[in-house]
């Protein structure tokens, strides 16, 4: 991306936030902790500049004598913030102005749209709906109907692909309790998908709201894992594992969110392999200890061990364990973090989770359904004879 006479301003979709002395950059359905030099480059945009504009402005908070080496940070803090969405240029669609498409009791076929539930990106709108000959609520995950109203067609086709990949492999997947449920996916007039509608709240929202018992916490990570298990039975890498992609319906817990799964051992070429996911959970192989790039390499079973191992410890004990203001010295503490400082290998259950959270991937399960059978064994629950998937 050239950054020569276009001018950037900070995306309506981003805010930048200061909490308890610490700085995050806030967008649609992400947030980012920064740190104060980041978040003041990024209110220098809020409004329109050229890189040789905000060169000087830097230059007059800084009083740095080399406007050249200003110019090369200037460009390289750009083009990554860019690459985030975090930045836009004059002329872009910019996330925020793209308006939800329907308002509620509008019909999409036989559904009547609800509230919107989520808008992922320039692409993808969820709502809840229902279906008006059952009178049964639903989700439907929607593909933008605008195509015209995006410029970039490259991303435009790598955005298309990965949402009918996504019901493609969902659709693959028999059946199974701890996996939401789709419905069905329609092509035409334009991509969109219906899910099973859950009620309740994400394992993230329980435990901030403090919803689960001590006693009861056993059997919603055995469900988690039953759930991951069959996915990865049938082959398939979810590629997004975290607090907020488990939901509680009841005494019910199920693997959600399907935007990022890819199948295994197929190359780049044949499918989309996206390498994004929750900072905080990437494990320490696909860390990137760079300013903005977070993620190397893409997910595999492993990697998704470590990353439900992640969610596990954080329903056991609050919260996970990483410090860091700034992604680089958070990156430093995945990679260096020594769970044993916390974790007992004589109480089974933590054995079980030291195991999960290895630092060399080599180590750990080698995937979901070796890690259900161990945490079943270490909390004296009933292990399942029949094959998970």
Not at 223 to 243: K, N, T, W
Not at 265 to 271: D, L, S
Not at 302 to 316: A, D, H, N, P, T
Request: charged share 20%; net charge neutral.
């Amino acid at each position: 991306m050239k950054t020569k006479r276009q001018r950037f301003y900070l995306s309506k979709s981003a805010s930048v936030l200061e909490h308890q002395e610490a700085f995050y950059i806030t967008t649609i359905g992400r947030s980012y902790k920064i740190n104060r030099t980041i978040a003041t480059f990024l209110r220098l945009l809020a409004e329109p500049r050229t890189a040789k504009e905000l060169v000087t402005d830097v230059q007059h908070l800084t009083a740095a004598p080399d406007p050249a080496a200003i110019r090369a940070v200037v460009d390289k803090f750009l083009r990554d913030m860019y690459r985030l969405e975090i930045v836009r240029r004059e002329g872009d669609v910019d996330v925020a102005t793209l308006h939800q498409h329907y308002q509620a009791g509008d019909l999409v076929g036989r559904y009547r749209i609800g509230a919107l539930l989520s808008l992922d990106d320039q692409f993808v709108q969820v709502y809840k709906a229902t279906n008006c000959e059952t009178d049964q609520p639903v989700v439907l995950k929607m593909f933008s109907h605008r195509p015209e109203a995006v410029t970039d067609s490259k991303t435009l086709a790598k955005g298309l692909r990965q949402f009918q990949q996504e019901f493609e492999l969902m659709g693959s997947l028999p059946p199974h309790p701890n996996v939401c449920a789709l419905h069905s996916y329609h092509p035409e007039p334009y991509p969109h998908a219906v899910l099973e509608y859950l009620r309740g709240c994400t394992v993230s929202q329980g435990l901030t709201q403090n919803l689960f018992r001590e006693a009861d916490k056993p059997q919603l990570v055995a469900q988690m894992l039953r759930g991951l298990a069959h996915v990865h039975a049938h082959g398939i890498i979810h590629g997004d594992i975290h607090p907020r992609n488990f939901m509680v319906d009841g005494e019910r817990v199920c693997l959600i969110d399907f935007g990022f799964a890819h199948r295994r051992g197929v190359t780049e070429e044949h499918q989309v392999i996206n390498r994004g996911g929750a900072a905080c959970y990437l494990p320490p192989e696909r860390v990137n200890q760079h300013h903005y790039k977070f993620s190397k390499r893409a997910a595999d079973f492993r990697s998704e061990v470590y990353q439900v191992g992640l969610v596990i410890y954080k329903l056991c004990y609050g919260q996970v364990p990483f410090e860091g203001g700034t992604w680089l010295e958070l990156a430093a503490s995945i990679t260096s973090h020594n769970f044993g400082q916390r974790l007992s290998a004589a109480v089974p259950h933590e054995r079980v989770l030291l195991r999960a959270l290895h630092q060399n991937p080599a180590e750990r399960y080698s995937d979901a359904a070796e890690l259900l059978t161990a945490w079943q064994q270490a909390t004296e629950q009933p292990v399942a004879t029949a094959p998970v998937g």
